[in-house]
Each structure stands twice: as C-alpha cells, then as structure tokens.
C-alpha cells in the first residue's frame, strides 16, 4: 500500500508516520479502504488495515482511533484504544500510534522532538472554522510547557482550493482571504481549507519553516479517497503518528 509522508517529518528516525492512499491504479472507490462504516466488505477492510499497519511497522493494538464529529475537542491519551467525541489527540507516550480518518477533510500531523509530543488533528470545515488546530496547539504548549518554536507539522492531502466547492452558508463564516469566487454561481465560492488551518498554527505561534503542507487535493486527483467527489461510495484514509522507541 503506498502512502504519503512528509519530508519534515522524516528528519526523525524515531517519528512513525504516513497517510494511507487510494493508490493511482484503483479498481474501485474501495480500493484501500479502510472505514467499517462505508459499506465495504469488512474482511477487506481488516485486511487493508493489517496491510496498512504493517507497512509502518505497528500493531493494531497500539493504535489511539477516533469517533470523529467534526469538532474542535481535543484530548490528551495515554493507551491505546478508541476515543469518542473527539477530533484531536495528543500524547507524550511512546509506542502508541494515534490516528484520524479522512477523505476530503484536512488531517495535521504535530510533533515536538525536545519534549517528545505528538498530536493528529481531524479538521473539516467546521473544525476549522471552530480553530481545531490553534487549540490543538495552545493545549500543547499549556499541557506540556512546550515552545512553539520547536513544533513540526504536516498539514496533509485534503480538499483543495481547485476543488472545495461550498455554499454561502458555509462560506460567510469565513475570512474572504480563505475564498476564490466561483465562475459561474455569486452564491457558491471554492474555500482553502488548507490555508485556513496553516494560518492557525502559525497564529499559536508555529515557524513558518516548521510547517510542511501538502499540495495534493484529494477531490481532483484519484489517488485519493474522496467523500465530495464519490458520495456515499467514497472510502476512507488514515493519518497516523506516533514516536517509536
């Protein structure tokens, strides 16, 4: 199964990471699905999920999962297990592995290599608009007396401003810098997810240089699962992190 990593990530030899793929030769919008809840087979699902595991080198029972509500709660964990009503979660133990589902939403990998925290982030237009990831980071600092300064994160493939078609009630809850009209629709305007939630770190007080963000949409290229552009037959991803020792 092929995945997606970030280069400033991939600077620490102790930091698991990746986000799962569709892959480019798909058979099906389930090709590499790993949700229970879609409809898929769920002995493929399971098995995808192995493949998955597997190919970073973790177990299934050192996984932190989610019930995501597109919410701004975050929650700091110390085992493994599934949470609920949560879309971020941070921890500074090692060898659990904490991991959002996506297809279309933004995932953001978080990591401090002086005090050796690690936090995924969900964040879906609402999340955003909520500022899931300025409080994500905020809790960090305050949780573990941290710096900003020190803090590397990795926005990754989400839905892209080519692609992110929204409503005016969706919309007019944004900064109009996070907007480009639509061609053809004065009611509909196409919504940078990605820039919103890059703002917010920086905004906690994140460096520039320490902020990777990935320049795949997930909605126009097929490699990715996508909820906008297959509907109710779209799969899902995971993005994971955790620190190996």
Not at 132 to 161: D, Q
Request: hydrophobic letters at 35%; proline letters at 2%; one cysteine or more.
């Amino acid at each position: 199964m092929q995945f997606i990593k970030s280069k400033l990530l991939s600077n620490y030899k102790n930091i698991v990471h990746g986000i799962s793929s569709r892959d480019l030769k798909y058979t099906s919008t389930f090709q590499n699905n790993l949700s229970y809840s879609v409809g898929d087979d769920p002995e493929m699902v399971s098995e995808n999920r192995n493949i998955f595991y597997s190919s970073l080198g973790i177990q299934k029972s050192q996984v932190v999962s989610l019930k995501q509500i597109h919410s701004s709660n975050s929650l700091i964990v110390e085992k493994p297990g599934e949470y609920y009503n949560v879309d971020s979660i941070i921890t500074n133990e090692q060898n659990i592995f904490l991991q959002v589902s996506i297809a279309d939403c933004v995932p953001i990998l978080i990591y401090d290599p002086i005090s050796k925290v690690v936090a995924a982030v969900h964040a879906g237009w609402r999340g955003t608009n909520s500022e899931i990831a300025f409080k994500s980071v905020t809790k960090i600092i305050e949780v573990y007396n941290i710096k900003s300064k020190n803090l590397i994160a990795f926005i990754g493939p989400s839905a892209g401003e080519c692609c992110y078609e929204v409503g005016e009630e969706t919309w007019k809850k944004f900064n109009t810098k996070y907007l480009k009209k639509h061609s053809s629709d004065l009611k509909k305007r196409f919504l940078n997810v990605k820039k919103a939630n890059y703002d917010q770190l920086l905004k906690a007080g994140m460096l520039k240089k320490n902020i990777e963000v990935s320049q795949y949409c997930t909605i126009c290229d097929n490699q990715f699962h996508s909820f906008r552009r297959d509907g109710k037959n779209s799969g899902r991803m995971f993005a994971v992190i955790g620190i190996r020792v």
